[in-house]
């Protein structure tokens, strides 16, 4: 069963090059559908973000991919795999750092890789070996003895990206792999996702920070169990915003009353506050120019570039 | 499966010795509550307050009186030179009150009936009946030194008290006591590890490894019957040197038991933590299971004495197995038929909540 393969959207060449392949993904606890029809598919060597608010099931996709839950309906196939033998088949070829600790705060860095290749049945010269290499590629430099508890936030986590390494997986899921992490170190991280694609292995990601989202060659937008958007991120500020997009900034005049006329504007396509300015997009350069001219002269107007927050709050914000 | 739970043996060692709490909890708890318990919980009743009035020249009372304080059992109560002896036991001045005929005792005596009152408090029941039974063997004791004539008895016994001639309570409570030491640390460290680490969410990377559901249980339990065993060979040898408590029967039969009885704990440990949240539940129902278990396991009180119900009970609980075992192999040098049954039962009950908690844990871990 489940030589179902996805009819091809892309050529054949694409076609052979996915290592993530879902369709109709569903999974229902209770009454409660957490992921619900969820089709897309992964290449090999790609980074691949999910983007959306707490409990749109980004975690509970991770996790199925993984092997560790299994699906109510649907297909998974990773690398090749499906669930049929419990998750272990999958479990062996994926690498997966969850959003909670996966190191043991009162183990050294040495014990807890220990542990990691234990888990993994993996010899200990192997385990050396393999070891090595991840601190080359990580820059890893804190001695074997540091305990993890005394290790600062950014470091812990390449730590752990190196445990969840050890066995040399083909694809890598990181559930929010950054949260509470400092801003230098989150750029230090994600440098070294992009080095771990660059030979050949895929990165599946979660993440709330938009910059970060802008760094994957794919986005999927998810809301309420389902994919509402995906592409790159070029695509989905094309496809979310055909027109052009303004920046409105009040310069401490009332927004108020200029703000409810800009509403009722023709070809308005979305208007959201952005700290003390508000972004404005229309459907036409023409009807944007005609609208914005309106406004008062105080009012300070720029044309700009929808970012991926603009995407998330029109495609995701709006309609809740 | 052997590099996998070699991991998990020095990774879960490495964290209960690393960590203070744990080691206190391990080492220095059991050898602590094994002196507290040892020392305290005495069915011996020592220091009983006696009260003694009478005439100040009836010498053959005070005589009397003298033995009963050199019997080692009674002390002399504090009293005021007007006291009452009702008053004096209802204010708790003593335990009780021996008061000497009016007439004096010898004269009473020569009349032949020698009546003398003791007023007992009985409000701790336990305390009086050893008084009363103190003070019969202290009276016939004198009887038999004054007059050559033992109280008329018809049928005298020979007593020879087996295994424990000096009848110290210490001997027969520190098994019970270890008993319960070696299951409350089992179950609760069982139960807390896998708890934390479910809250803390390290248990998600042990399960996204390709590992079957025995080894995750294995991995997770293995190592604490080790701790266990090494906390009651430590127990063991507490009560030998702190209470010269023996083991008359053979050590193989030590471990064998404490074997088969931290497989039953570590179980029910492991099936306490599939049913709780987070570390404080698992504390909870660890003392949930562990103190009808502690009540029923006759360290404390006899099982036989127990209403039927209760009786059937007991019977469920291994704990009560591993005191009996223990109290047969450290004392009465482990007679192979008792062991065998016992250790039988435990290894039945050890199956029964192994079977239970690996089915339960699987359901937790899909």
């Not at chain 2, 430590?234 to 088969?260: D, E, T």
Request: positive net charge; charged residues 20%.
């Amino acid at each position: 069963m489940n030589d179902t393969v996805v009819p091809g959207r892309g050529d054949k060449g694409l076609l052979r090059n996915r290592v993530v392949e879902v369709e109709n993904l569903t999974i229902r606890f209770g009454d409660f559908t957490a992921v619900d029809g969820v089709s897309f598919s992964v290449r090999k060597g790609e980074i691949f973000g999910f983007l959306g608010a707490n409990g749109a099931g980004k975690t509970t996709t991770i996790r199925m991919l993984c092997g560790l839950l299994a699906p109510t309906s649907g297909v998974v196939r990773v690398g090749g795999l499906d669930f049929d033998d419990g998750g272990n088949g999958i479990k062996s070829i994926v690498g997966y750092m969850s959003q909670k600790f996966t190191l043991y705060d009162d183990l050294t860095v040495g014990e807890n890789l220990d542990f990691a290749a234990g888990l993994r049945k993996l010899p200990a010269a192997a385990a050396e070996k393999r070891r090595a290499e991840l601190f080359g590629m990580t820059g890893f430099d804190r001695p074997l003895t540091a305990k993890v508890s005394d290790l600062p936030g950014g470091i812990k986590q390449e730590l752990a990206l190196a445990a969840a390494m050890l066995h040399d997986p083909e694809i890598v899921f990181l559930d929010e792999p950054t949260s509470g992490v400092s801003p230098a170190a989150r750029a230090r991280f994600w440098g070294l996702i992009r080095r771990i694609t660059a030979v050949g292995k895929t990165v599946i990601v979660t993440t709330h920070y938009m910059d970060e989202a802008e760094q994957c060659g794919r986005i999927a937008l998810m809301r309420a169990g389902r994919i509402i958007a995906l592409g790159s991120p070029d695509e989905l500020k094309d496809s979310a915003f055909p027109g052009p997009m303004a920046e409105v900034d009040f310069q401490g005049s009332d927004p108020a009353a200029p703000i409810e006329r800009l509403r009722k504007a023709p070809g308005l396509l979305a208007l959201s506050p952005h700290g003390m300015r508000w972004h404005a997009a229309f459907s036409e350069g023409a009807l944007m120019d005609a609208a914005l001219s309106a406004l008062p002269v105080s009012v300070r107007v720029r044309k700009i570039k929808p970012s991926l927050e603009d995407v998330f709050i029109r495609l995701a914000g709006g309609a809740q | 499966m052997g590099i996998t739970l070699r991991a998990f043996i020095r990774k879960e060692l490495v964290q209960t010795l690393r960590d203070t709490r744990r080691r206190v909890l391990l080492f220095g708890a059991p050898v602590i509550q094994l002196t507290i318990f040892g020392l305290a919980l005495s069915t011996e009743i020592k220091n009983i307050r006696l009260a003694v009035f009478s005439r100040p020249d009836d010498a053959m009372f005070l005589r009397l009186a003298e033995r009963f304080y050199a019997s080692g059992w009674f002390v002399p109560a504090v009293r005021g030179p007007g006291d009452d002896p009702m008053e004096l036991i209802a204010s708790g001045g003593a335990d009780a009150a021996l008061i000497a005929p009016a007439e004096g005792l010898r004269r009473s005596a020569e009349r032949g009936s020698g009546k003398m009152q003791l007023l007992v408090d009985a409000s701790n029941a336990s305390k009086a009946r050893a008084v009363e039974a103190y003070s019969k063997s202290v009276i016939s004791e004198a009887a038999l030194r004054e007059y050559g004539t033992p109280l008329r008895t018809p049928v005298r016994f020979d007593v020879r008290v087996l295994y424990n001639p000096a009848m110290r309570s210490s001997l027969y409570l520190v098994p019970g006591v270890m008993g319960m030491l070696v299951c409350l640390i089992t179950i609760i460290l069982t139960a807390m590890s896998l708890a934390r680490e479910r809250e803390v969410g390290t248990f998600e990377t042990i399960v996204s490894a390709p590992l079957s559901d025995l080894e995750v249980l294995l991995g997770k339990t293995v190592p604490y019957v080790i701790l266990g065993l090494l906390d009651a060979a430590l127990v063991v040898g507490a009560g030998y040197m702190i209470f010269g408590v023996p083991v008359r029967g053979p050590l193989w039969q030590l471990a064998l038991a404490s074997m088969v009885f931290v497989v039953a704990t570590v179980a029910i440990g492991t099936f306490v933590s599939t049913v709780s949240r987070n570390q404080q539940q698992a504390m909870l129902g660890g003392f949930i299971f562990l103190f009808p278990a502690m009540l029923m396991s006759g360290i404390m009180y006899p099982v036989e004495n127990m209403p039927g119900a209760m009786i059937a009970a007991a019977y469920l609980d291994p704990l009560m197995y591993f005191v009996r075992l223990l109290r047969n192999i450290m004392l009465k040098g482990g007679a192979p038929g008792v062991f065998w049954t016992d250790v039988g039962a435990m290894a039945l009950m050890a199956l029964a909540s192994a079977g239970l908690a690996y089915r339960r844990f699987r359901r937790t871990l899909n």
